[in-house]
């Protein structure tokens, strides 16, 4: 499976930007967005299943992020509301064939990343 993803770009704290990770292949049971800021590790943003649609997401993202998928076009989204500057990163869309995990070494495949800036 290749993972692309787009939709990064520069947006004033408070906008939203909508991510997307199109799938060259069927995705694996899970899919998950990661985020990582300049000098800091890699971290979980939210996941979720391919088949079922359960989602999971960090406290930081809870109540303004929102994950969904489009099985047809094998695309997961991640719309991103009320962002402030914390949010600037690189997201990486990554998935693996097992239950969302927040680790990112227990995911097979991973996009190239897009990048979000969120200026004040």
């Known amino acids: 499976v290749q993972l692309q993803a787009s939709g990064g770009g520069l947006v004033q704290a408070g906008g939203s930007l909508r991510l997307s990770c199109a799938a060259s292949g069927r995705p694996n049971y899970a899919v998950a967005w990661f985020r990582q800021a300049p000098g800091r590790q890699r971290e979980f943003v939210a996941g979720?299943?391919?088949?079922?649609?359960?989602?999971v997401y960090a406290d930081s993202v809870k109540g303004r992020f929102t994950i969904s998928r489009d099985k047809a076009k094998r695309v997961t989204f991640l719309q991103m509301d009320a962002l402030n500057t914390e949010d600037t990163a690189v997201y990486y869309c990554?998935?693996?064939?097992?239950?969302?995990?927040?680790?990112?070494?227990?995911?097979?495949?991973w996009g190239q990343g897009t990048l979000v800036t969120v200026s004040s």
């Open positions: 990554a998935t693996r064939s097992g239950d969302i995990s927040i680790r990112t070494t227990e995911y097979n495949y």
């Open positions: 979720i299943t391919w088949n079922w649609g359960t989602t």
